[in-house]
């Protein structure tokens, strides 16, 4: 059979068309462990435990094989798999690269700084920093996808008797308030009952902040996590916060002391001790009076004190000394935020003390403000150092976004993925300046790829050819493990083999990521793209895997996918949980 591409109104060109042929390292592999042309289910077995290292595999494991491909009509009368059955397993769902089911895998009783948190920057934007619309369904998105912290910016409205959602100072539209809430407690836990943390920031006056505390209160009600111990060393675990939603923002005091207009020397100072320490505020609950002649002064305190109280996580930025903002109190631990410039500056000089800031407490890490298109930086500078909360604009696109996703596509895609050991070793503190020896090498042989005629117009690629596949592949990781490499182009092909293997030496494998980028190559304009993948190494199973390729949001493909072998030399046991 041939395929036929129109040049022009009169002429065409034909190309044999290529069939999904087993390349010939998959025949001899089958050949190892079949008789005579077929697999029994022990032969099978064999494979499975030898070459895929699933060890724990017994004939059940088999029989669920044999099931997820009978539908393909290719086994022998007696229950013996031929070759094209063996390629069709090769290639199906089940032979995943990731642990298959959903599961969560790491130790979730561990305080909430022991963990990276999937999250999300000024959530309620649907496009660019500067004009795009405001809306609720990023924030759905994020939600049904896994992110598990959700920023809003909360700006009075041209009246000022309200408050709503907008990226002040920019002509990006606003989102009512009440929404964006009904849209956080409908999906807060679609994904997994692991707590979702509303990061507010606030630019309200205390009536205001008075207002969203009853909004908060009304719309949340029991999900509404709040302390109510006089003293917390440390932060609960995501164990402990299930089904619960935390309020991370600046305590009001804060904002009181930064107005030019001080509360009235007269009045007794109200007790300011913050949310987290647990303190009962009788103010909140209405068990204070306030006397005749100061109550329109303290009302507005007041309704500040009660937003104060909802406050589960503390926040604070960095425009402090350097000291202050890295100082570690043993009683009351608290989050930071600093923008990915500030990261990499201190780094340089203070990389270990960020380090032992994020043992016990939060740091949030931000897009700098140049990056008004949405675009996204490095997140390893942020996670080598601890950072829980590295802040994605997950409306963008791009590498760096697809790194992200990858990171929390392990332990079940919960949303929480467990530090490695050595980023809570409080004896000998990890330094990610230095140069670690090698641990482990990770060799990746790519052997082939289907799907992209099913999932891609005939002349999506090339107008007048079959399109001429490339991969790229590449460690993210610790800037010794960052490398990257490519296959030759296979020319002209649906069902292209590639026969290459490629080997990554590894220094800190527990951070590391391999990714995988599709691309047809074309020799007069930009390569087209044809997919891409990025799987996180310290979940990775060895043997040879089908890799499912997504789209350029992350989107998995229906079909397109790439044969590949991966094994660890010498094998390497991960340090997780």
């Known amino acids: 059979m041939s395929e036929t591409f129109k040049v022009c109104f009169c002429c065409s060109r034909s190309f044999k068309e290529k069939t999904r042929q087993p390349p010939g390292s998959i025949k001899k592999l089958f050949e190892a462990y079949s008789r005579n042309g077929k697999m029994s289910s022990y032969d099978l077995l064999r494979f499975v435990s030898e070459v895929q290292g699933e060890g724990h595999a017994g004939m059940d494991y088999v029989q669920d094989i044999f099931n997820s491909v009978k539908h393909h009509n290719v086994f022998h009368i007696h229950g013996f798999v031929h070759l094209n059955a063996f390629y069709r397993y090769l290639f199906s769902d089940t032979n995943t690269p990731l642990p298959l089911s959903r599961q969560v895998r790491h130790d979730m009783k561990a305080p909430l700084s022991h963990y990276f948190v999937y999250t999300g920057h000024n959530s309620y934007l649907t496009g660019n920093q500067v004009n795009s619309r405001s809306s609720v369904e990023p924030i759905v998105q994020s939600l049904r996808k896994g992110v598990k912290v959700i920023e809003l910016d909360l700006w009075?409205?041209?009246?000022?008797?309200?408050?709503?959602?907008?990226?002040?100072?920019?002509?990006?539209?606003?989102?009512?308030?009440?929404?964006?809430?009904?849209?956080?407690?409908?999906?807060?836990?679609?994904?997994?009952?692991?707590?979702?943390?509303?990061?507010?920031?606030?630019?309200?006056?205390?009536?205001?902040?008075?207002?969203?505390?009853?909004?908060?209160?009304?719309?949340?009600?029991?999900?509404?996590?709040?302390?109510?111990?006089?003293?917390?060393?440390?932060?609960?675990?995501?164990?402990?916060?299930?089904?619960?939603?935390?309020?991370?923002?600046?305590p009001p005091k804060e904002y009181l002391e930064s107005q030019p207009i001080q509360p009235s020397s007269r009045r007794a100072p109200i007790d300011r001790a913050t949310s987290w320490s647990g303190t009962t505020n009788m103010s909140?609950?209405?068990?204070?009076?306030?006397?005749?002649?100061?109550?329109?002064?303290?009302?507005?305190?007041?309704?500040?004190?009660?937003?104060?109280?909802?406050?589960?996580?503390?926040?604070?930025?960095?425009?402090?000394?350097?000291?202050?903002?890295?100082?570690?109190?043993?009683?009351?631990?608290?989050?930071?935020?600093?923008?990915?410039?500030?990261?990499?500056?201190?780094?340089?000089?203070?990389?270990?003390?960020?380090?032992?800031?994020?043992?016990?407490n939060l740091v949030r890490i931000y897009p700098k403000g140049t990056r008004v298109d949405s675009s996204?930086?490095?997140?390893?500078?942020?996670?080598?150092?601890?950072?829980?909360?590295?802040?994605?604009?997950?409306?963008?696109?791009?590498?760096?976004?697809?790194?992200?996703?990858?990171?929390?596509?392990?332990?079940?895609?919960?949303?929480?993925?467990?530090?490695?050991?050595?980023?809570?070793?409080?004896?000998?503190?990890?330094?990610?300046?230095?140069?670690?020896?090698?641990?482990?090498?990770?060799?990746?042989?790519?052997?082939?790829?289907?799907?992209?005629?099913?999932?891609?117009?005939?002349?999506?690629?090339?107008?007048?050819?079959?399109?001429?596949?490339?991969?790229?592949?590449?460690?993210?990781?610790?800037?010794?493990?960052?490398?990257?490499?490519?296959?030759?182009?296979?020319?002209?092909?649906?069902?292209?083999?590639?026969?290459?293997?490629?080997?990554?030496?590894?220094?800190v494998p527990e951070l590391a990521l391999v990714w995988f980028r599709v691309q047809d190559y074309d020799n007069d304009t930009h390569n087209d793209f044809a997919g891409q993948t990025c799987l996180p190494l310290p979940e990775l199973k060895s043997g040879v895997r089908a890799v499912r390729l997504h789209d350029r949001a992350g989107k998995p493909y229906k079909n397109s996918r790439l044969l590949v072998s991966f094994y660890f030399d010498p094998p390497y046991t991960f340090q997780i949980s």
């Open 376 to 507: 996204n930086y490095d997140p390893h500078v942020g996670w080598t150092h601890g950072a829980q909360m590295v802040a994605f604009n997950m409306q963008g696109h791009g590498k760096k976004l697809w790194i992200m996703q990858g990171m929390f596509r392990a332990n079940g895609g919960c949303g929480y993925v467990k530090k490695p050991r050595i980023l809570l070793d409080t004896q000998r503190l990890f330094d990610p300046s230095k140069r670690l020896p090698i641990k482990t090498t990770l060799k990746v042989k790519i052997y082939t790829g289907e799907g992209w005629d099913q999932d891609f117009p005939q002349t999506h690629f090339d107008q007048y050819s079959p399109p001429d596949f490339f991969v790229k592949i590449g460690i993210a990781g610790v800037p010794r493990d960052t490398v990257s490499y490519r296959t030759e182009t296979a020319v002209d092909q649906w069902f292209p083999i590639w026969r290459e293997e490629f080997l990554f030496q590894l220094s």
């Open 156 to 250: 009075p409205n041209p009246s000022g008797n309200a408050a709503e959602v907008r990226h002040g100072g920019t002509l990006t539209s606003h989102e009512d308030l009440q929404k964006c809430l009904n849209a956080i407690k409908d999906n807060a836990f679609h994904v997994s009952d692991y707590p979702v943390i509303v990061t507010l920031e606030d630019h309200l006056p205390p009536n205001l902040q008075g207002k969203v505390a009853k909004m908060l209160t009304r719309t949340f009600r029991g999900m509404l996590f709040r302390f109510d111990s006089e003293s917390c060393k440390h932060f609960p675990s995501p164990e402990e916060l299930k089904k619960k939603i935390l309020i991370s923002t600046k």
């Open 284 to 360: 909140w609950r209405g068990e204070n009076k306030i006397p005749e002649d100061d109550a329109e002064e303290e009302e507005e305190e007041s309704e500040a004190v009660g937003y104060r109280d909802l406050i589960a996580i503390h926040a604070g930025n960095c425009k402090s000394s350097l000291e202050d903002c890295l100082r570690d109190d043993p009683e009351k631990p608290r989050r930071i935020s600093m923008n990915e410039q500030w990261l990499e500056n201190v780094v340089r000089t203070r990389g270990t003390d960020v380090v032992r800031f994020t043992l016990r």
